[in-house]
Structure formats: structure tokens, C-alpha cells
């Protein structure tokens, strides 16, 4: 469903139809797909084929984090603290959440809500804080197998380069 759902929407293969990507997006996600109910949630938040609600994208997202979506978890934690749902406390919820399920960021705000809380909770912070930092090494040391951290900035610069066609100097 959620390849449908970018065919529809992209017009890859077939004429572009928002209304119909969002319906593939939201089966897709009913479905149990987490990246499904990401892009659900983003056509609703957007009006994309679909009457613009916050409150739909809202669920959306939440259900997409329930599936293990760390970038969802994150969106909806936005939601809460940005002030676009209530409680805003909800957001350590959902930041936890995503930092649980991988996503850097949300380790960093949630170490960062719990260190500035009115009950601040300095260790727990710490904690995610040192998860994030043993996941980052450990993504960098099964990408960069023995190369030194100093040098993987110009590595990926070079990639990044080399990608889009451009000279490395």
C-alpha cells in the first residue's frame, strides 16, 4: 500500500492523485506499516488529497510511533510541546518513545525536558543521553569499520559530493 501510495502521489506510472496516495497511505498504516502511518499523518497535517487536520496527523503520528516510527514519535512530541495538543507534559511521552525506538533527537530532548523539568530528573537524562551516544558509535563503527572518527566528516562530505556530480577538491 504505501508504494501505491508514492506511485499515486509522485505520478510514477500513473496519473498523480493526492486523494488516492492519502487512501493507500492510511491503509497502509491501518495495516501495521509505522513509515505508512508517517506519510498518512504528513498528507493530513499538509491537506494533501485530504482535509487539512491537525488532530488526524496527531493520531496518525501516534500510531505510527506505537509501530516502533522514531521519526513519529518525535512529530507528535513536537505537536504537544509546540502547544498543537494538550497536555504539553505528553511530549516527554513522546519523546521517550522515540528515543526508545532509535531517534537520536528525541534522546536529546528528552534528556534535555527531564534536566530543565520542575522535578528534574538529572539521572534518567544522563542515561538516554549515554544510549544515544553507544547507538551513534555504534552506527558509526558498522559504517566506517576502523577508519578514525576524524576522519569521517570529509568522507561523507566527499560522498556527498561525488553524489550530485560535483568536483572534490
Not at 54 to 68: F, H, I, M, S, V
Not at 141 to 154: F, Q, V, W, Y
Request: proline share 3%.
Amino acid at each position: 500500500c504505501l508504494l501505491m501510495g508514492m506511485a499515486c502521489e509522485r505520478g510514477m506510472g500513473i496519473q498523480s492523485d493526492t486523494s488516492r496516495a492519502a487512501v493507500y497511505f492510511v491503509l497502509s498504516c491501518e495495516r501495521g506499516h509505522d513509515v505508512g502511518c508517517q506519510y498518512a499523518a504528513q498528507v493530513y497535517e499538509q491537506g494533501r488529497g485530504v482535509p487539512a487536520s491537525r488532530e488526524r496527523a496527531l493520531e496518525l503520528y501516534g500510531r505510527g510511533c506505537d509501530l516502533g516510527n522514531g521519526g513519529s514519535c518525535a512529530t507528535a512530541a513536537g505537536y504537544y510541546e509546540q502547544g498543537h495538543a494538550s497536555p504539553a507534559a505528553r511530549a516527554a511521552h513522546y519523546w521517550d518513545r522515540g528515543c526508545s525506538h532509535g531517534h537520536g533527537m528525541s534522546c536529546v530532548k528528552l534528556a534535555d525536558m527531564l534536566q530543565r523539568g520542575t522535578q528534574p530528573d538529572v539521572e534518567r537524562a544522563r542515561t538516554r543521553m549515554v544510549e544515544e551516544i553507544i547507538r551513534s558509535i555504534a552506527f558509526y563503527n558498522d559504517t566506517h569499520r576502523g577508519m578514525p572518527l576524524s576522519a569521517s566528516i570529509p568522507v561523507y562530505l566527499a560522498g556527498d559530493l561525488a553524489a550530485d556530480g560535483a568536483a572534490l577538491v
